[in-house]
């Protein structure tokens, strides 16, 4: 299979063929999962740094970058987002929730031929800036969209 | 333990429209449970998109997707008939893989 | 399978004539309540019976005879225990009970204060966007009806037994049911009613 | 949501008359409350309960080791598909209307031989635990998309259901005086951001009815009418309705039989 090593990795691991390479002795655990998750960015309690921690230090605002999110949410517990990057040669798509504890919600690699699209439910404790940044030819370009999350009724 | 995972792929003029929906908690770990207790962090890390055996999409997500997470993603280069395949690793180590189609 | 012809035939035969079988009676629908539901929580079979005013206003449809609803209404009325002096709280605890929705319920702890609801039904803070619309908007009335003695006992009064003033009103009697304490009646007066509180800014 | 003409009759002029009084939503807001309500059907994960539903379904189980693919929902043994748009109505072995969550139940206990004791153990679902009624539901109701609503009004115990159904509906009690009409009766209100349909009408009961069971956001599970009911009733701030109850049975046969003529699309998705 020709596939990065990133691929390699992932691939392998969420297929179960990971156990395969386990017995083989191809792969430890540890390094193939901590290859494959962003921890750092993840863990990061500020978009910033979790902005950083992908790389993504300075970005480029861009209008190339579409969010379709309601403005508002009826439920905080499932926001639907959709992402598409009409940036030339996106390599991935960031998902960030400014004022989740933990604002980093995904991060799509898109390779040979998929669109530099995602459709995702996301979670939001309150109203936020929704920051999409994408990855092209080495730089970053950002653009945000704000939802705003109501209370639900019967003092839900 | 997994629960049912299911996917969709449909030619929309150039690319294939590929839906997953998966069964999963997507625990943040801030939950408390029946007991009182925080229900520990249980969410899918991973997941991989492969056309015909080959990854074209990868994604790192967190546990702010919501639970039972529905992805819908666009694969180009495919055609009718083409073998998608989607599995997800979760911070357990637990797996699942469904495959479809592309109608 | 004769069901399977019966059902089309009956159906087309029911979209030409209007509905008009039997009702049950009150005593039997009475009687399906007491016999299909059970206590649970908080929440006793006692809630199921109907009072003077629920009785009144489902046989009515909720509108109910004016003569009845006028001796009634004045009965709910002498039932309120005006507390004497001011009838303004704190409307910053007053809009705690306004925004919350907890209390009553089987599934609510009977311990913990209950909650008023208000944003359920009333448009109140114009800052707050998410409100109901079952009762009508309240955002600015204390600006528009000032907060003066008449108008301090009117909205005390309304909040603690709507049907004194409206018999078959869709708004709860939050005092009489016990739901809301005189302090927390007052506290909703103010939110209401003081020049400083959100809904009048 | 489908669009279709609705047969006009003097109650439905009756109730157009009383347009909402309350403040209207901005359009733009109520655009984006219809938008979001589009968004998370469009993303809902509602199949997969009908998947495992029928897998249920289909597994042998109980005392009697045998599947409840002979159960019979009022169209005959094994017949699934179509059959929900039918239901509530009147069985002859048990004498009595029923409604799909009472039918399943009365399966279970027949042909796989369980106690009702085991067959009630875990009728409504949580996050922790997921309950068997509600998967068994949502493939059978799935079984039923696209056929028309037609709940039987043809024997006199279904009539009696639908009166008493109505009346049930306008019962006001409680400490709070509520009766389902208080929420659901009038046109053009709503709870917080909820729009609240009117299911004493045509139009109502047929939006609603037809995309109930649902998908709940907040659950995170597939409820059913049962459910439905029974959280109204709590919310109501009344004691509980027994489930699979002549009462609740009523009350869902009565908007079953207003949503007539509707094309049945759950289970539905709600926030």
């Known amino acids: 299979m020709d596939v990065t090593r990133r691929g390699v990795l992932r691939g392998a691991g969420a297929t179960g063929v990971l156990a395969a390479a386990l017995a083989t002795g191809l792969l430890k655990p540890e390094r193939a999962l901590a290859a494959s998750w ?20 300075n970005t480029l605002e ?71 940044v994408a990855e092209a030819g080495g730089k970053y370009y950002t653009a945000t969209k704000e939802v705003k999350v109501t209370i639900g009724g019967c003092g839900g | 333990m ?43 890390q991973n997941l991989t998109v492969k056309l015909n055996g080959k990854t074209v999409i990868e994604g790192e997500i967190s546990q702010a997707v919501s639970r039972n997470p529905v992805f819908t993603f666009r694969v180009g280069g495919a055609k009718a008939g083409d073998k998608v395949e989607i599995s997800w690793l979760d911070n357990k180590g637990e797996t699942n893989t469904t495959e479809t189609a592309i109608a | 399978m004769n ?3 019966i059902v089309p035939l009956c159906a087309a035969a029911f979209a030409a004539a209007p509905l008009a079988f039997a009702d049950p009676t009150a005593d039997e629908v009475a009687a399906i309540h007491k016999r299909d539901f059970h206590k649970r929580g908080q929440a006793g079979m006692d809630r199921v019976a109907q009072d003077a005013v629920q009785r009144v206003c489902t046989d009515s449809h909720n509108k109910p005879p004016a ?31 306004a925004s919350g929705g907890r209390g009553m319920t089987w599934s609510d702890d009977p311990k913990k204060p209950s909650a008023g609801g208000c944003y359920n039904c009333h448009q109140l ?52 049911s016990g739901t809301l304490t005189e302090q927390q009646i007052k506290d909703v007066t103010a939110y209401v009613l003081d020049p400083s509180s959100p809904v009048n800014q | 949501m489908t669009k279709r003409r609705f047969r006009r009759g003097a109650v439905l002029a009756a109730a157009l008359v009383a347009v909402a009084a309350g403040p209207a939503l901005a359009q733009d807001e109520k655009e984006e409350i219809a938008k979001y309500q589009k968004m998370i059907a469009e993303g809902s994960p ?49 004498g009595r209307v029923m409604d799909l969550e009472s039918r399943i139940l009365y399966c279970m206990i027949t042909l796989q031989g369980r106690s009702e004791k085991d067959a009630t153990k875990r009728l409504f679902g949580n996050a922790n635990q997921p309950s068997e009624m509600e998967y068994l539901v949502s493939y059978v109701v799935g079984q039923s998309r696209g056929h028309k609503m037609a709940a039987g ?76 009911i029974n959280d109204c009733y709590r919310q109501m701030r009344f004691p509980e309705p027994a489930f699979g109850s002549d009462a609740t049975i009523a009350l869902t046969h009565y908007m079953a039989v207003l949503a007539k003529g509707a094309p049945y699309a759950g289970p539905g998705t709600k926030r």
């Open chain 1, 38 to 57: 962003n921890k750092a960015a993840f863990d990061a309690k500020s978009a910033l740094d979790a902005l950083k921690s992908i790389g993504a230090g």
């Open chain 1, 62 to 132: 861009s209008s190339e970058i579409v969010i379709e999110a309601p403005q508002i949410a009826e439920n905080g517990a499932v926001v639907p987002i959709e992402i598409t990057s009409k940036v030339a040669g996106t390599k991935s798509i960031a998902v960030l929730i400014e004022k989740n504890p933990f604002p980093l919600a995904g991060q799509f690699h898109f390779m040979d031929g998929a669109l530099p699209f995602v459709k995702v439910n996301v979670k939001m404790g309150e109203s936020s800036i929704v920051r999409v």
């Open chain 2, 2 to 44: 997994a629960g049912p995972m299911k996917a969709r792929a449909k030619m929309q003029g150039s690319y294939a429209d590929v839906r997953v929906l998966m069964n999963h908690p997507m625990e943040t770990g801030q939950r408390k449970g029946s007991d009182g207790k925080p229900v520990p962090k249980h969410f899918i």
């Open chain 3, 3 to 5: 069901t399977k012809l």
């Open chain 3, 67 to 97: 003569d009845l609803a006028k001796a009634l209404e004045g009965d709910e009325l002498k039932a309120i225990p005006f507390p004497s002096g001011s009838l303004i709280g704190d409307w910053k605890k007053g809009e705690r009970v």
């Open chain 3, 125 to 176: 803070s114009p800052k707050q966007p998410s409100f109901g619309t079952i009762g009508p908007s309240l955002t600015g009335f204390g600006k528009k009806r000032g907060s003066g003695a008449d108008m301090q006992r009117y909205v005390y009064g309304k909040v603690y037994n709507a049907k004194a003033y409206s018999l078959c009103s869709n708004m709860p009697r939050f005092g009489s």
């Open chain 4, 46 to 94: 509602a199949e997969l309960w009908e998947l495992q539903g029928e897998d249920l379904w289909k597994k042998k189980q109980g005392p009697k080791n045998a599947s409840l693919e002979r159960c019979d929902l009022g169209m005959g043994p094994g017949k699934v598909k179509g059959a929900y748009a039918h239901l509530p109505r009147f069985f002859k072995d048990t």
């Open chain 4, 153 to 228: 009004m043809s024997h006199a115990k279904e009539k009696d259901a639908f009166e008493m159904g109505k009346a049930i509906f306008f019962y006001r009690a409680g400490p709070w005086d509520f009766s389902c009409a208080s929420c659901h009766g009038e046109e053009g209100k709503r709870i917080r951001m909820q729009d609240l349909p009117v299911l004493s009408e045509p139009p109502g009961a047929q939006k609603a009815y037809t995309t109930w069971p649902a998908y709940r956001v907040s659950n995170s599970q597939l409820k059913t009418m049962q459910w439905r």
